[in-house]
T-cell receptor, first 113, second 117 residues
Framework: EPEVTQTPSHQVTQMGQEVILRCVPI?????FYWYRQILGQKVEFLVS????????KSEIFDDQFSVERPDGSNFTLKIRSTKLEDSAMYFC???????????FGSGTQLSVL | AQSVTQLGSHVSVSEGALVLLRCNYS??????LFWYVQYPNQGLQLLLK??????LVKGINGFEAEFKKSETSFHLTKPSAHMSDAAEYFC???????????????FGRGTQLTVWP
């Protein structure tokens, strides 16, 4: 079965640094998402992306966050200046359609020190 | 707004026993409901989903769930647990509401299922 690939699997960074989390969605999918899970908490929606623009974002997704699909295959999440509370597992997901099955990657564990 | 409550963060069953994982939802509009499973070091995988129509939904690996509107529930069951079912299970809801896209899922906290031999 096709899969969503995320790199790196673990990322450690210093507070205030910029990080870019990378995802390769499934090739024929049109909708892309980022979710995150802080340890011990629920998986939370961050942002959805369709037709090269953000279609919805949550209140978590503030000006420190941005997403991009730079080359038609990668889908990236950038955190401009990381905070301690950004430490979480970040999941990328993609789907064919808006009601389609979401395929999730295995996640990037981000640790902000 | 939508939300999900999963009763029981940990459930343990013996191999061959019934699996019952509970999920209650809150939604101001007709919901779409999902169960996802996460095995160690893997992403979330869709087990089954309810959108419209038949309220008893069958999924992969012998799991099924029943949408009960009157109880606002979507409990996940499997008649006979297998060792390979040990994983974390997440219930999720989405709905078309005030411009919210259906791809925005609201997850429960998850239930860790342990299966004893």
């Amino acid at each position: 079965e096709p899969e969503v690939t995320q790199t790196p699997s673990h990322q450690v960074t210093q507070m205030g640094q910029e990080v870019i989390l990378r995802c390769v969605p499934i090739s024929n999918h049109l909708y892309f998402y980022w979710y995150r899970q802080i340890l011990g908490q629920k998986v939370e929606f961050l942002v959805s992306f369709y037709n090269n623009e953000i279609s919805e974002k949550s209140e978590i997704f503030d000006d420190q966050f941005s997403v991009e699909r730079p080359d038609g295959s990668n889908f990236t999440l950038k955190i401009r200046s990381t905070k301690l509370e950004d430490s979480a597992m970040y999941f990328c997901a993609s789907s064919v359609g808006v009601l389609g099955k979401l395929f999730f990657g295995s996640g990037t564990q981000l640790s902000v020190l | 707004a939508q939300s999900v409550t999963q009763l029981g963060s940990h459930v343990s069953v013996s191999e061959g026993a019934l699996v019952l994982l509970r999920c209650n939802y809150s939604s101001s509009v007709p919901p779409y409901l999902f169960w996802y499973v996460q095995y160690p070091n893997q992403g979330l995988q869709l087990l089954l989903k309810y959108t419209t129509g038949a309220t008893l939904v069958k999924g992969i690996n012998g799991f099924e769930a029943e949408f009960k509107k009157s109880e606002t529930s979507f409990h996940l069951t499997k008649p006979s647990a297998h060792m390979s079912d040990a994983a974390e299970y997440f219930c999720a809801v989405s709905a078309q509401h005030r411009g919210s896209t259906l791809g925005r899922l609201y997850f429960g906290r998850g239930t860790q299922l342990t299966v004893w031999p």
